[in-house]
C-alpha cells in the first residue's frame, strides 16, 4: 500500500502564475477528492471524483479552480492567476465508494 | 463550510492523563463522523469513526462518545502519551454515500511528559 501520492510537496509561485498539483490515488479506490486546508483550519471540501466523473463541486472552487480526472486514476489540480489567498495546504484523499477517505501529504502552495 | 464546531482550541495533557475534545453538529441528516489526527507537515489520518447507531466505540486508547438526543459527540485519549500530540480534527458525512467531509476547526493537543 504506497498510499495517496500529491506532487509537488511544496510550490513557490508569483500571483498572477498559474500552477497545477497532481494526485495519485490508492490504486484500488474509484473515489478522489481535493480539500484546501488553511493555517489554523479543517480542510475544506473542493470537489471530488468517482472514477473520472467529477460529481461534486464546492463554491470554494471558482473558475480560476479546474480539476480533473481524465483516466479514473490520478488527478490534477490547477488554480489559474493565482491570488494571495490561494496560499494553502492542498490535500487529496481517495476512497473506495462507501468507505473512508485517506488524504495524502499535501501540496503547499506560497503566493509571493 | 464548517459545521461541525469543535472545542477547545488547544488542549495540554499531562503524559497519563485523559484528553477529551468534543464536537457538536446541527444537520440531523449527517451520520458519519470520524476523527482524524495531523502531525505537522502531513495529511490526515484517520484514527476512528462512528455511526449514530452506536453511542460509544472504541479503538486501543481511543473512544468516540456519541449522544445523538445532544448532537455531540467526543474524543477521549486514555493514557495519553507525548507522541499523541498532534491536531486532531472531527468531522461529519453522509454514511450512505461517504462524499465530502465537513471538518471541525481542529484542537492541538500537547501531551507533556
Known amino acids: 500500500d504506497t498510499g495517496v501520492s500529491q506532487d509537488p510537496r511544496h510550490k513557490i509561485t508569483k500571483r498572477g502564475q498559474n500552477v497545477t498539483f497532481r494526485c495519485d490515488p490508492i490504486s484500488e479506490h474509484n473515489r478522489l477528492y481535493w480539500y484546501r486546508q488553511t493555517l489554523g483550519q479543517g480542510p475544506e471540501f473542493l470537489t471530488y471524483?468517482?472514477?473520472?466523473?467529477?460529481?461534486?463541486k464546492s463554491r470554494l472552487l471558482s473558475d480560476r479552480f479546474s480539476a480533473e480526472r481524465p483516466k479514473g486514476s490520478f488527478s490534477t489540480l490547477e488554480i489559474q492567476r493565482t491570488e494571495q489567498g490561494d496560499s494553502a495546504m492542498y490535500l487529496c484523499?481517495?476512497?473506495?465508494?462507501?468507505?473512508?477517505?485517506?488524504f495524502g501529504d499535501g501540496t503547499r502552495l506560497s503566493i509571493l | 463550510q464548517q459545521q461541525v464546531k469543535q472545542s477547545p482550541q488547544s488542549l495540554i495533557v499531562q503524559k497519563g492523563g485523559i484528553s477529551i475534545i468534543n464536537c457538536a453538529y446541527e444537520n440531523t441528516a449527517f451520520d458519519y463522523f470520524p476523527w482524524y489526527q495531523q502531525f505537522p507537515g502531513k495529511g490526515p489520518a484517520l484514527l476512528i469513526a462512528?455511526?449514530?447507531?452506536?453511542s460509544e466505540k472504541k479503538e486501543g486508547r481511543f473512544t468516540i462518545s456519541f449522544n445523538k438526543s445532544a448532537k455531540q459527540f467526543s474524543l477521549h485519549i486514555m493514557d495519553s502519551q507525548p507522541g499523541d500530540s498532534a491536531t486532531y480534527f472531527c468531522?461529519?458525512?453522509?454514511?450512505?454515500?461517504?462524499?465530502?467531509?465537513?471538518f471541525g476547526r481542529g484542537t492541538q493537543l500537547t501531551v507533556w511528559p
Open positions: 484523499a481517495s476512497s473506495d465508494q462507501g468507505q473512508p477517505q485517506h
Open positions: 462512528i455511526r449514530p447507531d452506536v
Open positions: 471524483f468517482q472514477n473520472e466523473a467529477q460529481l461534486e
Open positions: 468531522a461529519e458525512g453522509r454514511g450512505s454515500t461517504l462524499g465530502r467531509l465537513y
